[in-house]
């Protein structure tokens, strides 16, 4: 494809990068692969908030109570007290998908939250949903957040698509840019492969109800969480999408074609970072695959290289918390870090995907992340994270790091070693 390039294209690649306000920041820069950087503190299981260092699982049950409660009050705002969802529609949009291997379904799910006993918010969206034909048994699922409407992760002409497109659908060079800068994968992920390995795929588009701008989106999120008063912690966009997707979890464990019990969240980048904050506080997910989710996923925010805390919050003012947006410049205050988001997951299987020159991520810093939850895994069972350098990839570890070659996207080397995890911990 890099051949077929000419001097307009990208030229209009490099406009289009400046344009799209921060969607990714390419860096010359390269991780390194043995960290030499502190260790994540304060250490997961040593004493917090008061409380003496955990030594045994019922402590850590413990711990993770208060754990989540920080992360609500410091990073990602508070959720609603109640919540839940029901499905308002569904239609088969058509079971002859794949020449007949998968079937395709649209379901209308609306959501709802109350943040008091006064106040009950609702919202609607829709959930795609391809299921393999053929199978005698609930099959595994992917389920997954993107930034492209639903008719773009799964192309069929029978899906709705939202008003005004979205701004995926961009055709000829548009496309061809997009997927040149961002990966074969970056919008459609491989659904004929998926099927073939016995997997579902479900996927939402998280903009439909809290859209990813910023102030589209604090409306939304506002409007979401009335009846929570206090300002600095009104919930972000990232909790809110990893709050969707335990909406979706809700209806689907009354499926007949899903094994509820392995239910595999996987998100790129902003929707990295949602995929992990559903795992941490929802304990129905089997694991997560949470690719080049960067700050305010996995990397940790003390010691960081590439986006800082500031950067995040100026850049994205509704993904956060403002309380977030207060520890700009001064991350050594901040209760938690990311290692404890991802030892909240413990001791389901996580797979943290890497790419060398997406610096802004910070690879080292989610390697130093899974270093700094590993005392987790250990102690809930014998996982964690098995490799001791960036580069040694080991799929059947519970806590799984992945680094490629290359910048900020979903690739052709990307979706291999997704699979390689996913069979390893959710295939029969
Ligand atoms: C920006 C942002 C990152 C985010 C990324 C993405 O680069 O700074 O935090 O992960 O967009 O979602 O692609």
């Known amino acids: 494809m890099a051949s077929s390039f000419s001097l307009t294209r990208l030229s209009l690649l490099v406009v289009m990068l400046c344009a799209m306000g921060g969607c990714v920041r390419l860096t010359m820069a390269w991780a390194d692969l043995t960290p030499d950087r502190p260790g994540a503190s304060p250490a997961a299981l040593g004493p917090f908030d008061g409380k003496a260092a955990v030594n045994n699982p019922e402590e850590w049950h413990e711990r993770s109570v ?39 379904e649209e379901i209308t799910l609306e959501v709802w939250t109350s943040f008091d006993s006064d106040s009950e918010n609702t919202a609607t969206f829709n959930l795609l949903l391809a299921t393999p034909v053929d199978v005698d048994r609930p099959v595994p699922l992917i389920l997954m957040e993107t930034f492209c409407p639903n008719h773009n992760t799964i192309p069929h002409q029978g899906v709705t698509r939202p008003q005004g497109g979205g701004g995926c659908d961009g055709e000829g060079v548009m496309a061809d840019v997009m997927t040149y800068v961002f990966g074969r994968y970056i919008a459609t992920p491989p659904l004929a492969e998926i099927v073939d390995r016995g997997f579902a795929l479900a996927t939402l588009y998280p903009s439909e109800f809290v859209p990813d701008q910023a102030d589209a989106g604090l409306v939304a999120l506002s409007r979401l969480s009335q009846g929570h008063t206090d300002d600095m912690t009104r919930w972000g966009s990232i909790a809110a999408w990893g709050w969707g997707f335990s909406r979706v979890l809700d209806v689907l464990v009354s499926e007949p074609s899903v094994d509820a019990e392995r239910v595999v969240l996987y998100g790129h980048s902003r929707y990295g970072k949602a995929a992990l904050f559903a795992a941490a506080y929802d304990e129905r997910f089997a694991g997560v695959i949470a690719h080049q989710s960067g700050t305010g996923g996995a990397a940790l925010n003390r010691h960081k290289q590439g986006e800082s805390v500031g950067d995040i919050t100026r850049a994205y003012p509704h993904w956060f918390s403002r309380q977030y947006a207060a520890y700009a410049g001064r991350e050594e205050g901040l209760p938690v870090d990311q290692h404890h988001l991802l030892a909240l997951i413990a001791p389901r299987p996580v797979l943290l995907g890497n790419a060398r020159r997406d610096v802004w991520s910070d690879p080292e810093g989610t390697f130093v992340a899974a270093q700094g939850a590993h005392p987790v895994y250990d102690l809930l069972g014998d996982g964690g994270l098995q490799q001791t350098d960036l580069k040694s990839f080991i799929p059947d570890a519970t806590l799984s790091f992945h680094l490629r070659p290359g910048t900020h996207g979903v690739t052709e080397e990307d979706w291999p070693a997704f699979f390689e995890f996913l069979e390893a911990h959710f295939s029969e």
């Open 66 to 104: 208060l754990l989540r409660d920080a992360f609500q009050q410091h990073v990602y705002g508070v959720l609603p007290e109640r919540s839940g969802a029901r499905v308002i529609n569904r239609r088969l949009v058509t079971d002859s998908l794949l020449d007949g291997r998968a079937q395709l």
